[in-house]
């Protein structure tokens, strides 16, 4: 990849990362638990932290960084808050919507990861793309909770 495919490529990850972060604040302010509102807000910052790095590399590699999130994120968003007010702020739906915003994100950085790029930055890439998938399947592990256990979640 040359520098402009890297740039374009980091500010794709940027939006989804941006997504992410905005995701995971609707579902910590949708959710009733504490404890998983406490997550979501957790994540949140996890997501903030990538954008940061990826801006910082769009940077490097002589880019502007992207400053907003994708029309996509946006439907996503709304689409939680939509399925929460009708389901009365379900946290299964909740769980369900996030699960499905990081099932994007980790098609985006395995997307990202099968192009040529320097070792460093594939490393940084590596390293968010685990932390998308471990999301992911502790997203996925408390929504299984919630389903067979409502009152542990």
């Known amino acids: 990849m040359n520098n402009d495919e890297i740039v374009d490529m980091l500010n794709g990850l940027i939006e989804i990362s941006r997504d992410g972060m905005e995701g995971f604040k609707t579902c910590a302010e949708d959710v009733r638990d504490p404890s998983l509102k406490m997550y979501f807000q957790n994540r949140a910052q996890g997501c903030l932290e ?6 910082a590399e769009v940077r490097k590699y002589g880019g502007e960084p992207d400053t907003s999130g994708s029309a996509v994120g946006a439907l996503h968003r709304a689409w939680v808050d939509i399925k929460t007010a009708i389901s009365n702020q379900d946290n299964i739906a909740v769980l369900e919507e996030c699960e499905r915003g990081e099932a994007a994100a ?4 395995e997307n990202a990861l099968r192009g040529d790029m320097p070792g460093d930055l594939r490393a940084l890439l590596e390293n968010q793309y685990e932390g998308a998938k471990r999301n992911h399947d502790r997203v996925r592990q408390l929504r299984d909770t919630a389903r067979h256990h409502p009152d542990l979640v």
């Open 106 to 109: 980790m098609i985006a950085y």
């Open 50 to 55: 990538a954008v940061r790095n990826l801006t």
